[in-house]
Structure formats: C-alpha cells, structure tokens
C-alpha cells in the first residue's frame, strides 16, 4: 500500500503535468487520482513544452554545412521528412533505451518497427512504462539520450513510415 506521502507526491506531480487521470493497483490496494480543470481548447492541450518543430530547420541551417549523406540531396531529404512520424513521450520521466542497464537497446537507428514494437521505456514514480512505436516503418534517429529526464510530449524517436 502506498503511503500517504507518496500520494502526496503523486499528486504535486499530476497536478504539474496535463495528465487528467492516474490509477495504481499495488498489493490489492488502488489509488485513483482525477485532476478536474475547466474544458480547454484542445489546441491549449497539445501545445508542447519545446520549440516548435518549424524552428528545428533554422537551427540546423546555423550551424556549418555538412556533407550530404551518400547520395541523399536536399530535396530529397525534405520530401523524406514529410512521412516521418514522431513517437513521444506519454508523460513526465525518465528515458531508458533498454530494459536494464546491461541489456541491449529495444530498437536502434535503422530498425524496422511495427505498431506494438516496444521502442523504450519511460520512468515515472518508479513505474516503468514500455513506450510502443504506434506506427509501421524505420527508426530513423533517437532524440533522447539514455537516462534522460524527458517532458510530456516530447519527441522521442524519428520513424520513417511504410
């Protein structure tokens, strides 16, 4: 059973996050914590605590050119990017590429994914909640490093998409 000042905590954090609902069943006991706000524009909702991936671009265009990878043009690499999906992170936590620190990564650069592949897992009150890649395709790049602190929303992996 949890005690009282872990749900405390539990609740601080939900309060901090846009997660509206969270229930834990532990040793036949359940807790469930419901965070009523008034109705927001669902825009208001899915705004993300980053820059917008519009500046991305800009950014990279600052720093010196780099060589094109083998064979791959600018315009190609634009239409590419029009297909990749982002997978991001559920909530607040902590980002693990693998299932322990000795084990080997879920999923790398270059893999095949499909819509239940677990791709990761992000850590939050000691819960380990496996991150799927919800889409069919290629891990084209990771964007959050192993033992990262990573926000809601955040963008975790690049997919290109089948």
């Known amino acids: 059973m949890l005690k009282l000042s ?17 229930e834990i069943e532990n040793e036949g006991s359940r807790v469930c914590i419901r965070k009523h706000r008034p109705e927001l524009p669902a825009h208001a909702v899915t705004v993300p605590a980053y820059a917008p991936v519009s500046v991305q671009p800009h950014i990279h265009n600052t720093l010196p050119a780099a060589e094109p990878q083998a064979g791959q043009s600018a315009a190609a690499s ?9 997978i991001v992170s559920p909530m607040v936590g902590t980002f693990y590429r693998s299932s322990s620190p000795g084990a080997a990564s879920f999923v790398a650069a270059g893999d095949k994914v499909n819509e239940k592949t677990v791709v990761c897992i992000v850590e939050a009150m000691k819960l380990m909640n496996e991150i ?8 084209v790049e990771i ?20």
């Open 143 to 162: 964007l959050a490093d192993n033992g990262q602190l990573v926000e809601y929303g955040q963008p975790l992996f690049l997919v290109k998409t089948e």
């Open 78 to 86: 634009a239409a590419s990017s029009a297909n990749l999906h982002k």
């Open 6 to 22: 872990e749900i405390k905590e539990l609740i601080k954090l939900i309060d901090q996050t846009s997660v509206n609902e969270l």
């Open 132 to 139: 799927e890649a919800e889409v069919r395709g290629e891990i």
